[in-house]
């Protein structure tokens, strides 16, 4: 039996271990299955004095283009920006080969703005009024490109 120590990573070193372990998966996951590409997307939108105003992450795998993270700064929202860069994953999505887009929210708000982008749910999942935090729900949601 193999011994091995395991511990728990935080701080800076923390990130670059999720980033390791999610490389050493991609790598075994092509090795085992077939693939279509797996390509990061990072894209950022910025004020004309260089700001951060705001910025998506995805990735694609198995033909879909996975949303990770979609933000925009508070003094930016409501002006088309988050669609902006929605629309943008979505079209390098489709360049690399995506024929859909899923991504998970617990937001009320995110939950509603993609509803309006065309993304329905496939699954959710629930807190009861009795659980902490009470009647919390996470929508998963995916749409075709």
Excluded at 33 to 45: D, F, G, H, Y
Excluded at 99 to 109: K, V
Aim: net charge negative.
């Amino acid at each position: 039996m193999l011994s091995a120590r395991i511990s728990n990573e935080s701080g800076n070193e923390s990130a670059e271990l999720v980033d390791e372990i999610e490389r050493q998966l991609l790598r075994s996951l092509r090795q085992q299955n077939t693939q279509s590409r797996n390509e990061t997307i990072v894209l950022k939108a910025t004020s004309q004095d260089g700001r951060l105003l705001g910025g998506i992450t995805a990735s694609t795998s198995y033909g879909w283009l996975l949303v990770k993270i979609l933000w925009v700064d508070e003094t930016a929202r409501g002006l088309g920006l988050g669609s902006d860069l929605l629309n943008a994953a979505e079209t390098e999505g489709r360049r690399l080969g995506c024929h859909g887009a899923w991504l998970d929210t617990s937001n009320p708000e995110a939950y509603a703005y993609y509803l309006k982008r065309g993304y329905d749910t496939f699954g959710t999942l629930e807190n009861g009024a009795t659980e902490h935090p009470a009647d919390h729900c996470r929508w998963f949601m995916k749409k075709a490109l």
